[in-house]
């Protein structure tokens, strides 16, 4: 079964720092996203990515995030300066835009000290 | 988006049914009702996705009745790979590339 893959898995950085969290969703997806899941809360959206553009994003991906598909595989999400509200796992996901939902991937635990 | 009404949490045995029911009194004419579930430390998972009647796949059933404002989700004969957190998303018809507004789920824990 195809899968969408994350990496790292666990990532720790300290406050200020940039992060770049990785992505390799499924080769005939055209349809990318990001969300985060705090420990404990809700899966949230924060991006939609569709022919090297963001479709949509939330109020949570403010300037200090960014996404990129800087070639015809890899899908990433930039953390520009962490904060420690920022730790949280971090899902990727693909989709066809058919039947099947979404494949997400098994998350990045970011951790900012 | 139709706002979603699910148990916090179910507790079940082994080889026991559960049905895990979804309420959505707002559903739209084109709403579909999506499941997905997720396992500790990691994305949710596709479980299953219907509009009217029941759909069944080799993981669950799904099925809404003629007035689509409640659906029930039935796992037959859990296991304790089942022990997870189970969404119901409203409002995603297939090719439709939206994003997903999830709830808080129902833990579903399952003893031996």
């Known amino acids: 079964e195809p899968e969408v893959t994350q990496t790292p898995s666990h990532q720790v950085t300290q406050m200020g720092q940039e992060v770049i969290l990785r992505c390799v969703p499924i080769?005939?997806?055209?349809?990318f996203y990001w969300y985060r899941q705090i420990l404990g809360q809700k899966v949230e959206f924060l991006v939609s990515?569709?022919?090297?553009?963001?479709?949509?994003k939330s109020e949570i991906f403010d300037d200090q995030f960014s996404v990129e598909r800087p070639d015809g595989s890899n899908f990433t999400l930039k953390i520009r300066s962490t904060k420690l509200e920022d730790s949280a796992m971090y899902f990727c996901a693909s989709s066809e835009g058919g039947w099947g939902g979404y494949t997400f991937g098994s998350g990045t635990r970011l951790t900012v000290v | 988006l139709a706002k979603t009404t699910q148990p916090i949490s179910m507790d079940s045995y082994e080889g026991q049914e559960v049905n895990i029911t979804c309420s959505h009194n707002n559903i739209a004419t084109n709403d579909y009702i999506t499941w997905y579930q997720q396992f500790p430390s990691q994305g949710p998972r596709f479980i299953i996705q219907g509009y009217k009647t029941k759909v069944t796949n080799e993981v669950a059933s799904l099925f809404i009745p003629a007035d689509r404002k409640s659906s029930t989700l039935s796992l037959p004969r859990v296991s304790l790979s089942d022990t997870a957190v189970y969404y119901c998303?409203?409002?995603?018809?297939?090719?439709?590339?939206?994003?997903?507004?999830f709830g808080t789920g129902t833990r579903l824990q399952v003893f031996p």
């Open positions: 990515f569709y022919n090297n553009e963001i479709s949509e």
């Open positions: 998303l409203v409002g995603r018809p297939p090719y439709n590339t939206d994003k997903l507004i």
């Open positions: 080769s005939n997806h055209l349809y």
